[in-house]
């Protein structure tokens, strides 16, 4: 069984760092794009960032271009996101998503995890 | 950046009814395009890639269709159990510019 689970969300000042981390099992996971999608409170999706099976490719939203790095560990079978100079606006659930084929490039998701909250806030 | 429509925002629907569902890119992605659902509390659910192909355990009750610019997600007949919002999603930029539309909210009547 597929699972992702995410960790490391919670409440940060702006400017500040956080360092997210998605567990994953139950699929070879050198094998797959994995990716980060955000959902502000009440808010549609969006699309953050993507890494390549490998891990030598990585793609980035503009939105957190510069600010946000992508990267996977696949020993562990773990992806992360490092996220500095947080703003207001980057408040939002964190959902890591697995790649539904296994070209190692993203496309569309077919796995999710449950989330982890984000907040940016004084 | 591709922008992609999806109407309308809500729709109030009866069970057992068919469901059309919109969505319009801002300019021609081919067939890559997805939908998905997504229920309070939970995490969005892969319905349709390819903008035609049903993920693993999906109903037949879900189908996808269009190409280019315009494409529609239909629910032939629906149940309780698929009030949800629909999101639909473009993946053809390379490198990845991947974008989401707003969602379809489907309420009961």
């Known amino acids: 069984e597929v699972q992702l689970l995410e960790s490391g969300g919670g409440l940060v000042q702006p400017g500040g760092s956080l360092r997210l981390s998605c567990a994953a099992s139950?699929?070879?996971?050198?094998?797959?794009?994995i990716s980060w999608v955000r959902q502000a409170p009440g808010r549609g999706l969006e699309w953050v960032s993507s890494?390549?099976?490998?891990?030598?490719?990585?793609y980035y939203a503009d939105s957190v271009k510069g600010r946000f790095t992508i990267s996977r560990d696949n020993s562990k079978n773990t992806l992360y996101l490092q996220m500095n100079s947080l703003r207001a606006e980057d408040t939002a659930v964190y959902y890591c998503?697995?790649?539904?084929?296994?070209?190692?490039?993203?496309?569309?998701?077919?796995?999710w995890g449950q989330g982890t909250l984000v907040t940016v806030s004084s | 950046e591709i922008v992609m429509t999806q109407s309308p925002a809500t729709l109030s629907v009866s069970p057992g009814e068919r469901v059309t569902l919109s969505c319009r890119a801002s300019?021609?992605?081919?067939?890559?395009l997805a939908w998905y659902q997504q229920k309070p509390g939970q995490s969005p659910r892969l319905l349709i890639y390819?903008?035609?192909t049903r993920a693993t355990g999906i109903p037949a009750r879900f189908s996808g269709s269009g190409s280019g610019t315009e494409f529609t997600l239909t629910i032939s007949s629906l149940q309780s159990e698929d009030l949800a919002v629909y999101y639909c999603?473009?993946?053809?930029?390379?490198?990845?510019?991947?974008?989401f539309g707003l969602g379809t909210k489907l309420d009961l009547k």
């Open positions: 999603q473009q993946y053809n930029n390379w490198p990845p510019r991947f974008t």
């Open positions: 300019q021609s992605i081919s067939t890559n």
């Open positions: 139950g699929f070879t996971f050198t094998n797959y794009a």
């Open positions: 390819g903008a035609s």
């Open positions: 890494v390549s099976g490998s891990g030598e490719s990585t």
């Open positions: 998503a697995k790649d539904w084929d296994n070209t190692g490039y993203p496309s569309s998701f077919d796995y």
